[in-house]
């Protein structure tokens, strides 16, 4: 995850993900993983490559990285998550860090992932920033983010969710105007060279999540997420009554044999590291 902005966005994330690698793992890190590939080959991930994998989650870039032939760095902010990455690939360097700040030196790295790592930043011109600082000189960068609105299948918790009447919560920390982007191509296009970055691309992706309802709706029960975070939150009976929504509006996604097909949507850019330090907005 990432570091503190001053908008309690931050932290409240920090907060809403503790503790909960193992239940990401098992659920929700397998639709992460869709854009891997295509995240990969925007920065050219293969032998020789030391690549830097920011907001590593349970590894699986940094895994598909180094199955690759790359020499692999990863960060997280949650150490459940580090572990996880460790087991995932030993002969990785893996630690505990998080964003604007990394511990590394300038032009560290030749390329530089950052998987649905801006949705959790407070500050996401820094972040981007950042990562220009610990890549070399022509070096790549590729992130991905959730578009805004987001898939039909994406949207299916928040929708039981809302159907149950439970409300996002009045003290939920949002990111402020000024830092803020439009989760759509030209946003995210945009963002990249406010943060110092050259030859900026983006690119939607679309897909549908095979899934059960019952491993679906347990990644949510067990608080990954923030929509999983305010499920988990709730009395029982608030809780059976979101499944019971959940299990009506699933029967729109269910395939004949049975299974989820849930549409996703997301935003792929990469850019090129630039030398030097880049003046960034202090809001941003």
Not at 45 to 54: I, M, Q, S, W
Not at 131 to 147: F, H
Not at 180 to 204: M, Q
Not at 263 to 272: K, S, V
Request: net charge neutral; with cysteine; hydrophobic share 45%.
């Amino acid at each position: 995850m990432t570091g503190f902005d001053g908008s309690g966005f931050d932290e409240s994330g920090r907060s809403i993900w503790s503790g909960r690698a193992v239940a990401y793992a098992e659920s929700f890190a397998a639709v992460c993983a869709y854009p891997i590939g295509d995240l990969l080959d925007a920065v050219g991930a293969g032998p020789g490559v030391h690549l830097l994998d920011v907001g590593t989650g349970s590894g699986n870039v940094a895994a598909a990285a180094y199955a690759r032939g790359a020499r692999i760095t990863a960060v997280d902010a949650e150490p459940g998550m580090v572990e996880l990455t460790a087991q995932a690939v030993p002969a990785a360097d893996v630690r505990v860090a998080e964003l604007p700040v990394l511990p590394f030196a300038d032009g560290t790295f030749d390329a530089v992932t950052a998987n649905f790592v801006l949705d959790h930043v407070g500050r996401p011109r820094r972040a981007l920033a950042e990562l220009n600082r610990v890549t070399r000189p022509g070096g790549r960068i590729a992130v991905t983010v959730w578009c805004v609105p987001a898939g039909s299948g994406q949207a299916l918790l928040g929708r039981a969710t809302e159907a149950a009447g439970v409300r996002r919560p009045p003290h939920r920390a949002v990111l402020p105007p000024e830092t803020d982007f439009p989760r759509t191509e030209r946003g995210l296009l945009d963002l990249l060279p406010a943060a110092g970055l050259a030859h900026p691309s983006c690119r939607t992706l679309a897909w549908d999540h095979l899934t059960s309802a019952g491993q679906w709706w347990q990644g949510a029960a067990s608080g990954v997420g923030f929509t999983g975070h305010l499920i988990a939150a709730q009395p029982a009976a608030t809780r059976a009554e979101i499944k019971r929504h959940f299990d009506l509006l699933s029967a729109g996604f269910t395939t004949p044999d049975g299974r989820l097909a849930l549409p996703h949507q997301a935003l792929l850019a990469g850019a090129t590291a630039q030398p030097g330090p880049v003046p960034v907005p202090r809001t941003g």
